[in-house]
């Protein structure tokens, strides 16, 4: 049977799916793309996908990603808590900081890869990828003699990625926003109430995430961001797939999964062995540590022209033998060529190595090649850039 994507397809609303502080604003706006991310529904698509590419690159773009749910810790044992939960050491982590994590299962496979907030010294929001995060948290605690309260904390995330995110921020927050350190974050203050600013987001540009406690206020906060940004361009639209593969940002439950283990990915650095005390994993990560993976996470350029992204993993062979998958595909507008993330075996894995993958319209070459494809410019100096952008 011939592969074909699924365009003009829809999924009915439905009431068990939640809409976020921001899902009216952004029908009101235009957005009729929607997928659905930890039973939330996530806005996709405002305009086109080349033109949102080209405004979080040169521009400005806010993107509200109501589906990026806040798993709260908090209560007299939170940190030691939290601590159990990855192989970060979270003792390295400030009130007012934030780590990039992984949550680790025994075997040492990715149960997700949050963000953790540490607003507190026993007060954290773990900003989840699209899993089960707040079930595994509580089941975990089920079986701890620790004293911790989890939940959702009711929070609808908007991002505001691009490089004149500065200046927007700045217009609307004020300029002390610009001190703001890469993955720390601060209250703010926002029509009388209180909502917190991070410098993190999902697209490789400079940028911030906001999270909005008072979701009554979700109209309000959007509108004030399109007027604050009105002078730089602004526009919604969501953090383009083409711009998250370039940069080598990867998405679990597509180019990791508990199938995966920290080392196969590349993101064997948050794997802190040697400073971090007991965490679920710990022995299997350990040992993982001194073997050589038989895996490896790649970047790939499939030839041809351009394709629809893939809805599953595509095979991936080698001379006739099958040697991993491809997992997220995108078709790159500033790079003119079909760029994608896989998963190989080691002994395909060295750049240059030229695979055969099945796409929509049959076999195309497929050549590893290094991740980034192009760098990532979110630590740069946000009073810099607000000077540069000067309307």
């Known amino acids: 049977m011939t592969m074909s994507p699924h365009k003009g397809a829809s999924l009915p609303f439905q009431p068990r799916i939640r809409k976020g502080a921001f899902f009216d604003v952004s029908w009101k706006y235009g957005c ?61 982590c400030a009130v007012g900081q934030c780590k990039y994590a992984l949550i680790t ?71 002390g926003i610009l001190d703001l350190k890469y993955y720390w974050l601060t209250p703010a203050p926002f029509q009388g109430h209180e909502l917190y600013v991070s410098r993190t987001g999902w697209s490789g540009e400079f940028g911030y995430e906001i999270y909005l406690r008072n979701a009554a206020q979700g109209e309000a906060l959007f509108e004030a961001l399109m007027e604050a940004g009105r002078s730089c361009g602004v526009a919604p639209g969501a953090v383009n797939q083409a711009r998250r593969i370039e940069s080598g940002i990867l998405s679990w439950g597509v180019d990791m999964t508990l199938a995966e283990t920290p080392f196969e990915v590349g993101l064997g650095r948050l794997v802190e062995l040697d400073d971090t005390p007991r965490f679920i994993g710990r022995d299997a990560l350990e040992r993982l540590r001194g073997e050589p993976p038989g895996r490896k996470l790649v970047g790939l350029t499939v030839e041809g022209g351009p394709l629809h992204a893939n809805e599953e993993p595509w095979p991936l062979r080698h001379g006739g033998v099958a040697v991993g998958k491809l997992t997220s595909l995108a078709r790159s507008p500033r790079l003119e060529r079909n760029i994608a993330i896989g998963i190989v075996a080691v002994d395909a894995a060295q750049p240059g190595t030229v695979l055969d993958v099945t796409t929509w319209d049959g076999p195309r070459r497929a050549t590893v090649c290094d991740l980034p494809f192009l760098p990532k410019r979110q630590q740069g100096d946000a009073r810099a850039l607000f000077a540069n952008t000067a309307a």
């Open 32 to 92: 009729r793309t929607y997928s659905v991310y930890n039973r939330t529904y996530i806005s996709s698509t405002f305009s086109n996908p080349v033109d949102e590419y080209w405004k979080v690159a040169n521009e400005v773009a806010i993107w509200p990603v109501m589906g990026e749910r806040q798993v709260e810790i908090g209560g007299p044992d939170a940190a030691d808590f939290v601590q159990y939960l990855t192989p970060r050491n979270m003792a390295k």
């Open 105 to 175: 299962a025994a075997d040492g496979g990715i149960v997700c890869d949050p963000i953790i907030l540490r607003l507190a010294e026993n007060r954290f929001w773990l900003s989840t990828s699209d899993c089960d995060l707040e079930l595994w948290a509580r089941a975990v605690a089920a079986h701890m003699p620790m004293q911790v309260t989890i939940r959702d904390a009711e929070v609808s995330v908007i991002q505001v990625q691009g490089p004149k995110s500065p200046r927007l921020m700045a217009n609307l927050f004020g300029e």
